[in-house]
T-cell receptor, first 115, second 112 residues
Framework: EAGVAQSPRYKIIEKRQSVAFWCNPI?????LYWYQQILGQGPKLLIQ????????DSQLPKDRFSAERLKGVDSTLKIQPAKLEDSAVYLC?????????????FGSGTRLTVV | AQSVTQLDSQVPVFEEAPVELRCNYS??????LFWYVQYPNQGLQLLLK??????LVESINGFEAEFNKSQTSFHLRKPSVHISDTAEYFC??????????FGGGTRVLVKP
């Protein structure tokens, strides 16, 4: 089966600019996650979707970050305006039913550099 | 809220020597436990997981981890490492809310 697809692979922007990342999960996976991985740290959950509804966005900086999952399939994560501290790898993951029993599959990530 | 602590940020080890990566978690509910590996410039790959049953779980490439409920630990071990094991290793836990929480990672550097 195809894996979790993410694009772009790399992005460099200036601070205060906006940027968007795209994720296509594994077909049929109901749960989708966005994680932020800052260099030298473990991934931190930003938002979790179940189908097209938000389950958990408690750690999403809502003043600048937004995410949507239209039709319960693809998802986009947007940052507007970007700050220097947003430099990180943004990982998308999906799960068939949202439980660890089935497993989570991660994409290769988008590396964002804010200058 | 659940949390995961990886006690060592870096572990240098010589080739063919054993290695242990320590992981402790805190959660008030039953959890699933995972170890993920991230090779340089690659995404996260599942190494092994504990769901229930035997407390000792093994991966196909020689790693094993033991779930210790009383000590809330899930340490990862390998009796003999290879150069190709150089990577960053992340311990993670998910609870009934299906939220996967990661530790800070342990960077393993295997020296010849």
């Amino acid at each position: 089966e195809a894996g979790v697809a993410q694009s772009p692979r790399y992005k460099i922007i200036e601070k205060r600019q906006s940027v968007a990342f795209w994720c296509n999960p594994i077909s049929g996976h109901a749960t989708l996650y966005w994680y932020q991985q800052i260099l030298g740290q473990g991934p931190k959950l930003l938002i979790q979707f179940q189908n097209n509804g938000v389950v958990d966005d408690s750690q999403l900086p809502k003043d600048r970050f937004s995410a949507e999952r239209l039709k319960g399939v693809d998802s986009t994560l947007k940052i507007q305006p970007a700050k220097l501290e947003d430099s990180a790898v943004y990982l998308c993951a999906s799960s068939l039913d949202g439980t660890g029993a089935v497993g989570y599959t991660f994409g290769s990530g988008t590396r964002l550099t804010v200058v | 809220a659940q949390s995961v602590t990886q006690l060592d940020s870096q572990v240098p080890v010589f080739e063919e020597a054993p290695v242990e990566l320590r992981c402790n978690y805190s959660s008030s509910v039953s959890v699933y436990l995972f170890w993920y590996v991230q090779y340089p410039n690659q995404g996260l790959q599942l190494l092994l997981k504990y769901l229930s049953g035997s407390t000792l779980v093994e991966s196909i490439n020689g790693f094993e981890a033991e779930f210790n409920k009383s000590q809330t630990s899930f340490h990862l071990r390998k009796p003999s490492v290879h150069i190709s094991d150089t990577a960053e290793y992340f311990c993670a836990v998910s609870d009934s809310g299906n939220k996967l929480t990661f530790g800070g990672g342990t960077r393993v550097l295997v020296k010849p």
